[in-house]
């Protein structure tokens, strides 16, 4: 129980704290051996201080080096001895601890990668479409970095500091403890004014900083994708507008959060500036010297410790700005870990399709719970049909093929394959039984052979061809310097119709009973796209087919039309019932110059 209330309270409090969990003992271990180890790296500084006194405390009594006592040569011997065995103890100290850190990172990252991975695999399919590519790779690639940064380097080095503070204000008060507070003073000033400056930033700055980084991220991403696009049309005023305004918001976002600092910034350094702890030490030396309070001898320990002292502090001041940094990026790691996934079933709540058969049973969805798109659509895509929903863009044609994907859930009602519920069916099974091929094309950086075989890794030569035949893409495939070996990206540059032809294959090739096809052929060549369709229809004969169709003549041949208006379907029919009703179907068929287009044919 009290495990549970400190993960609770880490979650709460500190996402740092949370991620790094698993590797908490070893940063711990590290930070202590740094913290020893910047300690013995000091003692030849007392060791210097210490011969000095002792050479000139005896000049001070009339006797030379040369003929010093035994007892004192030895002891000469002795600080210098254990100061070089200290200097290097400590060095080893210090490596061993940054060893082990970067060994402790390494086994963080491996986890929040492999973690990330996992959790993506299992989060719904529409969870990518609302998210940014560069939002995500923000996340997996910078943020991760980010923390790279907090393990790997942080802790030691606050080991190392804290450490040489830590045994430099203990030597000095052991010392003289008045000297020591007087010598000291400018430390606590410093702090003062830095927490006066850092109390500046509000978590809104904050928000606003870390949002204007998200903001050039996803800029970049989108202005890179679109440079062809940007260069073939001329639009490069409009095309950089985004870039420049992530650009701009930045700007003012880092001037917002950096202003308040600058000045109390710059003020607190020269306040502990090692000539000014100098300064410091020797007016508060000879004052103490005068009174005799204490000996000159005794001002040289803290002439050559405190100005040291400064180096660590102020580091340690610009380590804030890294934590900072590193709990935004702990912030975004830990929501994406925390991302919902798909519900994971267990062995009694599995079920099994008992067929092809599918069905929407009143299924309604709404995006973010209040943006209705589908409402009350009910339908039964039987084996071996064709089944095409069309309607006007923005009508829900895609949302329905995404539920059927799973992409999401559907808010009300079912959809059942085979009569189980598809939430309680395997993601793998399901994917066994459904293929889809959607208007945005994703292929791998690998060969075509590998891009095709995705969803059957063992699939024959003869196989994959077969795959690449059906959609039409052999032929070019053979074109290609490499072949089916030609790797995507390289030598193998296909326009957006031969991608869409490869991802048909690839398809084809998984042989699933039911394929969605979202604008499958959108991005087809017009001397290719009646291959496809002809191909496709063959694939349909012994399976179940449901088209997303913009273009109502490339699916007239279909056993139902189901016409899709504000999400609700307004009527459903065969191609010829439809035109006959003289509704929406009808109308829409009419404005598109279908009709002419058929009678022309016809008369051909």
Not at 481 to 507: C, F, H, N, T
Request: charged share 20%.
């Amino acid at each position: 129980m009290s495990d549970e209330v400190t993960v609770s309270r880490e979650k709460q409090s500190n996402p740092i704290r949370r991620l790094l969990r698993p590797i908490r003992g070893w940063l711990v271990v590290a930070v202590m051996m740094a913290a020893a180890g910047a300690m013995l790296t000091l003692v030849p500084l007392a060791g210097i201080a210490h011969i000095a006194t002792l050479m000139l405390g005896g000049s001070e009594v009339g006797t030379s080096t040369a003929y010093m006592e035994a007892s004192v040569r030895g002891e000469l011997w002795w600080t210098a001895i254990i100061s070089l065995v200290c200097l290097f103890l400590g060095l080893a100290l210090v490596t061993l601890s940054e060893f082990l850190v970067h060994l402790a990172d390494n086994r963080l990252t491996r986890h929040l990668r492999q973690s990330l991975a996992k959790r993506l695999a299992q989060v719904p399919l529409g969870w990518f479409t609302t998210r940014a590519s560069g939002e995500v790779k923000q996340v997996i690639q910078d943020d991760i970095g980010a923390l790279h940064e907090l393990t790997a380097h942080y802790y030691t080095t606050l080991g190392r500091c804290a450490g040489a503070i830590g045994i430099s204000v203990l030597y000095l008060f052991l010392l003289d403890w008045r000297m020591a507070i007087l010598s000291l003073l400018p430390f606590p000033f410093y702090y003062l004014i830095f927490g006066s400056a850092k109390k500046s930033i509000s978590e809104e700055r904050m928000r606003d900083f870390v949002a204007g980084q998200t903001m050039i991220n996803n800029a970049v991403v989108e202005f890179i994708n679109g440079i062809p696009v940007v260069k073939a049309f001329g639009a490069s005023g409009k095309a950089h507008s985004r870039y420049r305004e992530a650009v701009d918001e930045f700007l003012r976002a880092f001037l917002n959060f950096t202003q308040p600092l600058v000045a109390p910034l710059a003020n607190a350094n020269a306040l502990i500036a090692p000539v000014t702890v100098l300064g410091m030490v020797l007016m508060s030396g000879t004052l103490f010297v005068l009174l005799g309070w204490i000996d000159p001898l005794t001002v040289l320990p803290f002439a050559l410790v405190a100005p040291g002292i400064s180096a660590p502090l102020m580091l340690l001041g610009f380590l804030e700005h890294g934590v900072a940094n590193a709990t935004g990026a702990a912030q975004r790691v830990q929501a994406l870990l925390e991302t919902p996934t798909l519900e994971q079933l267990s062995p009694e709540e599995r079920q099994h399709p008992a067929s092809t058969e599918v069905r929407f049973e009143e299924v309604g969805y709404a995006y973010d719970g209040q943006n209705r798109v589908i409402s009350n659509v009910s339908f039964t895509l039987e084996p071996g049909t064709v089944t095409a929903v069309v309607g006007a863009s923005g009508a829900g044609k895609s949302t329905l093929a995404r539920l059927l994907l799973r992409f999401f859930d559907p808010s009300e009602g079912r959809i059942t394959l085979g009569g189980a519920d598809m939430r309680h069916i395997e993601s793998l099974e399901l994917y066994r039984h459904i293929g889809f091929v959607l208007q945005e094309v994703r292929l791998i950086h690998a060969s075509l052979r590998e891009n095709i075989a995705l969803g059957r890794p063992s699939a024959s030569e003869e196989e994959i061809e077969a795959a690449a035949r059906a959609a039409n893409i052999h032929e070019r495939i053979l074109e290609l310097p490499r072949g089916y070996d030609s790797v995507i990206g390289e030598d193998a540059l296909l326009s957006g119709g031969e991608e869409q032809r490869v991802s048909i294959a690839r398809a084809v090739l998984l042989d699933p009973p039911l394929l969605v096809l979202d604008e499958a052929t959108a991005a087809a060549d017009a001397e290719s796209e009646a291959a496809v369709q002809e191909a496709l229809s063959r694939f349909a004969r012994r399976r179940t087919l449901m088209v997303i169709a913009h273009r109502l003549d490339t699916v007239m041949h279909a056993d139902r039309i189901i016409v899709i208006e504000d999400g609700s379907i307004l009527e459903q029919g065969d191609h010829a019932g439809l035109l006959a009703r003289n509704g929406r179907y009808a109308q829409l068929w009419r404005s598109g110059g279908y009709e002419s287009r058929e009678q022309q044919a016809v008369q051909a």
